[in-house]
């Protein structure tokens, strides 16, 4: 399998890109799956439903970041999602983790697509061990293989609802940013 990006596909810096995020301008809700028997003791159940995330008190919010981060870090998250709607549909950056690898995503409906860009190896030659959503195989190129940095990129989106600004983005407008040739 070999990727390539689509011709217009965008490769921008991520502080230079103006995300488009629909009505919110912070995240209001996280759903978070962790690795069987890895769940954090001071990590809470958050509840389900509208603006889980912007409900808590900033201190609890940035007591649950650094939880995350050291999670994210060791490999004991699964998936997340941070979501920029409170009913958790339309706005997101979510995360998929396997064998040391992350494959982020930023979606907004069919007017955003965006994943951290590597061009250092930009030639799609083969798919990362991760997948988006267990089924969609991710080029290496838009994947990371440092867990330390995949917490920081959703750490910083976490704090700022907008992408992180010290490294790459292959953007799309309607599609992935990349195809799969065959």
């Known amino acids: 399998m070999k990727f390539r990006l ?13 995300l488009p995020t629909g009505e919110w301008d912070g995240v209001q809700a996280v759903s978070v799956t962790f690795a069987a028997g890895q769940i ?6 958050l509840p389900d439903g509208e603006g889980n995330w912007a409900q808590l008190p900033p ?8 939880v995350l981060k050291t999670a994210i870090q ?5 998936e997340i999602a941070l979501y920029l709607d ?19 995503l930023y979606t907004l409906l069919d007017e955003c697509n965006a994943t ?4 250092e190896c930009p030639s799609g030659e083969e798919a990362a ?11 290496r190129m838009c994947a990371l293989e440092d867990l330390g940095q995949a917490a920081d990129i959703l750490l910083w989106f976490l704090r ?15 599609n992935l940013p990349w195809e799969t040739l065959w």
């Open 129 to 139: 061990p991760v997948e988006i959503g267990g089924q969609t195989p991710v080029p």
């Open 116 to 119: 951290p860009y590597r061009p």
């Open 6 to 18: 689509w011709e217009s596909t965008c490769v921008v810096q991520g502080g230079d890109y103006n």
């Open 40 to 45: 954090p003791p001071d990590w809470p159940e």
């Open 59 to 66: 201190q609890e919010q940035e007591r649950l970041a650094g």
């Open 160 to 174: 700022t609802g907008t992408l992180y600004p010290h490294i790459q983005w292959a953007v799309h407008s309607d």
């Open 74 to 78: 060791a490999g004991a998250v699964k």
């Open 86 to 104: 409170p009913w958790e549909e339309d706005a997101f950056l979510c995360g998929e983790f396997r064998e040391g690898w992350a494959a982020l």
